[in-house]
């Protein structure tokens, strides 16, 4: 039996982008989907854009402002089908990603989670995403934490799941402004491995100004405090974890926060890290303003602010 799925967009002032990222779903090769679009309080144009394609396949939910993790449990709990496929609100897919899913899931059919290899758009470039493994076959089964090392597997817009899962995982935590993808991937990764399809079917829209992008405030990042005693079972966790713990440590010391630098160089196991990060963890901050200034001149995407 063929799979379905529901295609949920999470929309927060995407009035440039969010046509775009609704026709990409629109020309899919693989028809059976609709398409549950949570407009999360825009104060932009967006739901005049949104309202203005007409299509029966579009449910469309307006909230006020709950935050992204609300927004997409709102769009998966208003859902009909066996699948989600997340998709945020200025990305986009290849029209032939849902097919490549849909095969995938009739060659793994006990598989439970299922993404695609992305590619990151930036103004003048797209750049593909660089993986920590080498994959010469077009679908393969991956432990996440394990092949996440480099570049995550899992994406708010190239994963698809069976609805079921969260039964076990639960919902994205709204209590994480940012970083909650991480958060989940965390709890889809300790039960569920990932059929990860190694060929470029989603695309990350680099806007300066969403969420992920604006968001320095160290207090609305996780502590990952809530998998200490897995991280003493599993080694590949607390290998990804401590390697998510890095970022943050740093973000720490460039905000002077010197008890969440504390906590976070405390819970790192520094042989989990490369050298070259174990030596960043001792930089000044002076230092560390200057390499990423550095940074910033090559037009990379940073994860720190440089002032």
């Not at 909650?180 to 300066?208: C, E, P």
Request: with cysteine.
């Amino acid at each position: 039996m063929n799979p379905s799925f529901s295609v949920v967009i999470s929309v927060y002032n995407k009035e440039e982008h969010i046509k775009k990222t609704i026709d990409s779903v629109l020309n899919q090769t693989y028809d059976n989907f609709e398409i549950i679009l949570v407009n999360d309080g825009s104060t932009d144009n967006s739901l005049e854009v949104i309202n203005s394609i007409k299509d029966d396949r579009i449910k469309v939910i307006s909230t006020k402002n709950q935050g992204a993790s609300e927004c997409r449990n709102t769009g998966i709990k208003g859902a009909s089908k066996n699948y989600i496929a997340l998709l945020d609100g200025d990305d986009l897919w290849d029209e032939e990603f849902l097919e490549y899913i849909q095969r995938s899931i009739l060659q793994y059919p006990n598989k439970m989670v299922f993404s695609t290899a992305i590619a990151h758009k930036h103004q003048n470039k797209t750049v593909s995403a660089i993986y920590s493994f080498k994959q010469q076959e077009l679908t393969k089964v991956h432990n996440f934490f394990e092949s996440s090392l480099n570049h995550t597997i899992l994406t708010g817009s190239s994963i698809v799941f069976k609805r079921e899962i969260l039964n076990t995982t639960g919902y994205f935590n709204p209590s994480i402004v940012s970083g909650q993808d991480t958060d989940l991937w965390i709890r889809i990764g300790m039960h569920y491995d990932i059929v990860f399809i190694n060929k470029i079917l989603a695309y990350y829209n680099y806007v300066s100004g969403s969420l992920s992008n604006t968001t320095f405030d160290i207090s609305k990042k996780p502590k990952f405090d809530n998998y200490l005693e897995e991280e003493t079972k599993n080694k590949s966790l607390k290998i990804y974890i401590d390697r998510n713990r890095f970022p943050l440590a740093i973000l720490s010391k460039l905000q002077n926060n010197k008890e969440r630098f504390c906590y976070y160089k405390k819970s790192i196991d520094p042989k989990n890290l490369p050298l070259r990060q174990r030596v960043f963890l001792k930089l000044p901050k002076w230092c560390l303003k200057l390499l990423l200034k550095l940074k910033s001149l090559n037009g990379k995407k940073l994860y720190y602010p440089t002032n």
